[in-house]
């Protein structure tokens, strides 16, 4: 991973060295994941089930989103989604529209990242 990567990623929110070592020290595994990352279809589901107005999906899939945000460390995608989450789990679409505008920007910009350096 270059340095110019890793700044990148740091300017996204991405705590690179807590990530690092979740993959125990292993840089070229944490990478791969990032590459899978693009192919995980979470947020794509989860803007389908909004959508559909299908609530308990949506939900089921921004806590599957928020798992893989969480496990990869990036921070500014979780901020986003924990309290999405929360509000899905708990029925309350008044800030929906708002969450899912700002998660777009955060989950477009994590993809813009990682697509452009592999």
Known sequence: MT????????????DLERAIDRFVGNEAMYERFLVRFLQDESYRKL???I??????????????LKG??????????????EP????????DLSTLPEEV???KVRYEEVCRVIAGNK
């Open 68 to 81: 893989v945000a969480g496990n990869l460390e990036f921070h500014g995608l979780y901020r986003v989604l």
């Open 3 to 14: 340095d110019g990567y890793k700044q990148q990623l740091e300017s996204i929110g991405v």
């Open 84 to 91: 999405m989450t929360e509000h899905l789990r708990n029925n």
């Open 51 to 64: 959508n559909k107005g299908d609530i308990h999906q949506a939900f089921v899939q921004a806590h599957t």
């Open 101 to 103: 505008e700002l998660l």
């Open 47 to 49: 803007n389908e089930y």
